[in-house]
């Protein structure tokens, strides 16, 4: 039997309705920006498996490190102990985020930054004396599956068990340059009906919602009147960070900075999960009491993993060598090239792009909308190229090693599948 068909026996894949969706694929090995099937098949991948390994699949400069790692130290508790690789990278990480972040704290995936981000923002509240209950959140945001993540997300489609039990959240339209003054007075009188505590969005890319773009200096309003209204701001870059939009963090476009900044999936190079949540000295200090009680009492067993800890450090390492900043450009500029070609393509709607980031919304009647992102797949997978369509939207996301050859390869077979399919 294949490892595909001997998977149906007791797997149970995420976001999958399994009694519609065929078999998953195995793949056996990946290297570079390569995946392997069972069969030897090789594909690129367009997406970095879900914009994590963003240096390339098993690179021996995070491997090596890792290796080393672990037969030096495995795991320890970060309650009450500490370890170089988490100091190190606690030192790298802050050398990296906007200046005002101070603080790290870990956690184990992007959901749970997340909701440590959130609840720190209502303890930081209640520490203070000032009870708050309410949260802001985009249209269209994701910030992960967990409850308090899901409750601030508006992309999580088939929510109906969990609803009534969300977290209490206003939801505002992105500024999109044209609706500014709207938003901001959205934003406005949510502040002014109820208690808010914190504000959580993505910087300017919004990546489950296809890779959609908004107005920075709209953004940037946003923020501000938060900072002046004792509102939190809590900046997701799960996505985002690590270089995708063309800096280390997308925050750094806007002037005012957040007060926290989440962070995941890039963090550890795709080699293991980890998750942190950073923010501001005075965050912290709301903290800081002969009070017990106004510690901030929550923890996951894998905090800080050495092994995790070593890959994020690595990353970083990698994230502002020469090599990776050049190839960073290289890819922003093919994107450009390839947009000047298929921007004005009749089957194109409108295309847009933001550092590594590019997106094409293709011009589809309604009718065929249907199955089209699994014609788009399918034909992509049979081409050899791992891209994640999303409803009408194709997006690029490739690992930042990728070569100008492997991009042009992709950009075929997306000029080819909009021939063919659209
Ligand atoms: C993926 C993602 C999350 C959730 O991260 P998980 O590790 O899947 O829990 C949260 N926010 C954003 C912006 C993401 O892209």
Known sequence: MTLSERDKAHLWHPLTQHKIKPEALAITKAKGVYLYDEQGKEYIDGIASWYTCMYGHCNPKITEKVTRQMQTLDQVVFAGFTHEPAVKLSEALIGL??????????????????????????????????????????????????????????????????????LKVIRIPVPTGENNHEVSEQLKSAVAAHKVAAFVYE???????????????????LI???????????????????????????????????????MSKALTAGLLPMAVTSCTQEVYDAFYDDDISKGFFH??????????????????????????GENIQNIIK?????????????????????????????????ERYGNLRDLLFGYFMDNGVFLRPLGSTIYILAPYTITKKELQKIYEVIESAIEKII
Not at 125 to 148: C, P
Not at 314 to 320: F, K, Q, R, S, T
Not at 334 to 359: C, M, W
Request: with cysteine; proline share 3%.
């Open 203 to 221: 910087p300017i890319v919004q990546g489950a919602a296809a890779m959609k773009m908004h107005d920075k200096e709209g953004l940037n309003t």
């Open 224 to 262: 501000e009147f938060c900072k002046n209204s004792h509102v939190l701001t809590i900046a997701d870059e799960v996505m985002t960070g690590f270089g995708k939009t063309g800096k280390n963090f997308a925050s750094e476009y806007m002037e005012s900075k957040p007060d926290f900044i989440c």
């Open 334 to 366: 093919s994107h450009q090239e390839f947009d000047d070609r298929i921007k004005n393509h009749p089957k194109v709607l409108s295309t847009r792009q933001q550092g590594v980031i590019y997106a094409i919304d293709l011009n589809v009647k309604m």
């Open 299 to 324: 923890g996951h067993t894998y905090t800080a993993n050495p092994l995790a800890c070593t890959a994020a450090l690595a990353g970083i390492e990698l994230l502002v060598s020469d090599e990776i």
């Open 97 to 166: 985020l906007p200046g005002n972040q101070q603080k790290l704290f870990f956690s184990e995936n992007g959901s749970t930054a997340v909701d440590v981000a959130i609840k720190m923002a209502f303890q930081y509240h209640f520490n203070k004396g000032d009870k708050k209950d309410t949260l802001i959140a985009f249209e269209d945001g994701f910030h992960g599956d967990t409850f308090g993540a899901m409750s601030v997300s508006d992309l999580s489609v088939y929510n109906g068990p969990f609803e009534e039990f969300f």
